[in-house]
């Protein structure tokens, strides 16, 4: 069965340059989530989903990033327009049922913004 | 908000040594998770515990979930190269509250 997939995996942009950065969960999944990795910051959750509705986007850092989940098979975070210090690993993880449940996390999309 | 601490940040050993990361807060937990993470890869998950006192191996792995349930630990016997990566703890607190991931503890196994 395939995992969660990501795309791109990598993706050098300039600052100001909009950047759209793609996720497929695992067939069946209920629940999929945005995180970014640094390492000064370790992993932080950007934005939950749940049946497609964003239920927590607290940790979005501000206006300049957004997220959309059209459909169960298909999320994606936008940056516009974007910093470098956007630069990060950001994944995608999804979950069966919900923010308690067993996370699955794509292999990252790891964006460098000069 | 909990707040999961995990010591050592960075621990760097020969092969055949033994090592204990730790996972603590001042939270009670309904259930904590460990997960590794490889170069290059997203963080997969090895084991939830659930239960206080509550003890799971997976081969050279030893997990411990505290009898209060507010802290974890992670023993590896004769570590091997293999085992090298980023390891997390995440909870769930009694609340019901959504998974939250500690900062991690990199392990670095040499040969």
């Known amino acids: 069965d395939a995992g969660v997939i990501q795309s791109p995996r990598h993706e050098v942009t300039e600052m100001g340059q909009e950047v759209t950065l793609r996720c497929k969960p695992i067939s069946g999944h209920n629940s999929l989530f945005w995180y970014r990795q640094t390492m000064m910051r370790g992993l932080e959750l950007l934005i939950y989903f749940n049946n497609n509705v964003p239920i927590d986007d607290s940790g979005m850092p501000e206006d300049r990033f957004s997220a959309k989940m059209p459909n169960a098979s298909f999320s994606t975070l936008k940056i516009q327009p974007s910093e470098p210090r956007d630069s990060a690993v950001y994944f995608c993880a999804s979950s069966f049922l919900d923010s308690t449940d067993t996370q699955y996390f794509g292999p990252g999309t790891r964006l460098t913004v000069l | 908000t909990q707040l999961l601490e995990q010591s050592p940040q960075f621990l760097s050993i020969q092969e055949g040594e033994n090592l204990t990361v730790y996972c603590n807060s001042s939270s009670v937990f309904s259930s904590l998770q460990w997960y590794r993470q490889e170069p290059g890869e997203g963080p997969v998950l090895l084991v939830t515990?659930?239960?206080?006192?509550e003890v799971k191996k997976l081969k050279r792995l030893t997990f411990q979930f505290g009898d209060a349930r507010k802290d974890s630990s992670l023993h590896i016997t004769a570590a091997q190269p293999g085992d090298t990566g980023l390891y997390l703890c995440?909870?769930?607190?009694?609340?019901?509250?959504?998974?939250?991931f500690g900062g991690g503890t990199r392990l670095m196994v040499k040969p």
């Open positions: 995440a909870g769930v607190d009694n609340a019901g509250n959504m998974l939250t």
């Open positions: 515990v659930v239960t206080g006192g």
